[in-house]
């Protein structure tokens, strides 16, 4: 048995690294066995996680689903990967971890700094709200929220030739934003969002909203800057609880005056694997940002604030939780 080390939630808002035991002679048919080089803090996602509020994840437990492994053994069957081979994974928190090579298990390319593989998941969640919108070369976005995937959406907006608006409320992140090529930024506290937006596309409005905070107070609130038969795209999964009257909010879809589509970008909508019938998939959604990091298309200045040991982890999620406009990605060091 080998012994390694696991980030745990124990229960809201507690985090512990913990030791735990591996059977590394004994690797089930079709998998193989990861030593984790870099895992990347989903921070939306596992914050919700650590508060206990979400029911798919019970506590305690590992969370964690971006990171780079290294292979140190596996399966017999297993013929198509190498010891040694470094590899992108759906995979958790933890130092070792034992892995089917289905599903998104996809060889690392040469020519990216390993931190950032992790960042590849961020950009495929991103990838469906660019994917699920009818955005065209020339047409005025909208995306609000500019942690990772905010801004990883924003990024990839302008790539599909959108003139691209990005809002938040901390100005780092804008700063960040402009620094990877954003056309324009605006900070919600600090300016009127709707008259800027007036006097950016002259008065049209938005023809895409891509939301990506997941505040539903946000998601009404944009619905005045889109232009009439515009779209909004849901990229962030709602969580709060929020009072409206659910008849204007209908109205902006129903009313001819409106007639703004409603879209959902889950990032799940889209098969895992690659398929002969169907153009997109998160496996080809992979490899096309591995060619975006690799070629510079996709900006990742400024986007890990901290690698951390996991020894280190209380205190990264307690910054994630309590300094958040001070950090965008928090990445353990399992090296």
């Not at 990024?155 to 990877?180: E, F, M, P, T, Y």
């Not at 659910?246 to 129903?254: E, F």
């Not at 690799?294 to 040991?309: A, D, Q, S, W, Y």
Request: aromatic share 10%; net charge negative.
């Amino acid at each position: 048995m080998l012994h390694y080390k696991k980030v745990v939630f124990t229960k809201p808002w507690e985090v512990e690294l913990q030791k735990d035991n591996i059977d590394d002679k004994n690797i089930p048919s079709g998998n193989v066995m990861l030593k984790k080089i870099y895992s990347l803090i989903s921070t939306g996602t596992e914050l919700a996680c650590l508060s206990g509020g979400e029911s798919w994840f019970p506590l305690p437990g590992v969370m964690g689903y971006c990171c780079i492994g290294e292979i140190v053994a596996k399966a017999s069957d297993v013929v198509d990967y190498d010891i040694g081979d470094k590899i992108f994974c759906y995979g958790s928190h933890t130092e070792y971890e034992i892995i089917p090579t289905t599903g998104i298990f996809l060889k690392v390319p040469e020519g990216i700094d390993s931190k950032y593989i992790p960042f590849v998941r961020m950009a495929t969640i991103a990838a469906t709200s660019v994917r699920t919108s009818n955005i065209e070369f020339g047409d005025y976005v909208l995306v609000t929220g500019q942690g990772l995937v905010g801004n990883m959406a924003a990024q990839l907006a302008k790539i599909q030739g959108g003139i691209v608006i990005a809002v938040d409320i901390c100005q780092n992140r804008l700063d960040i934003s402009k620094g990877c090529g954003i056309d324009y930024t605006l900070n919600s506290k600090e300016c009127d969002i709707k008259e800027e937006i007036k006097k950016i596309t002259g008065g049209k409005m938005v023809s895409t909203c891509i939301e990506a905070t997941g505040l539903p107070s946000v998601e009404a609130a944009n619905l005045e800057l889109i232009a009439q038969n515009g779209e909004i795209i849901f990229l962030g999964s709602p969580r709060a609880n929020y009072s409206v009257n659910l008849t204007d909010v209908l109205n902006h879809c129903h009313l001819a005056a409106f007639n703004v589509t409603f879209k959902g970008a889950h990032e799940w909508k889209f098969p895992v694997n690659e398929d002969s019938f169907v153009k997109h998939s998160l496996e080809r959604n992979s490899k096309i940002m591995f060619e975006f990091f690799k070629t510079g298309r996709i900006c990742l200045e400024g986007l890990v604030t901290e690698v951390v040991k996991p020894e280190s982890c209380k205190a990264a999620y307690d910054s994630l939780r309590n300094k958040k406009d001070d950090y965008m990605g928090i990445i353990f060091d399992w090296q």
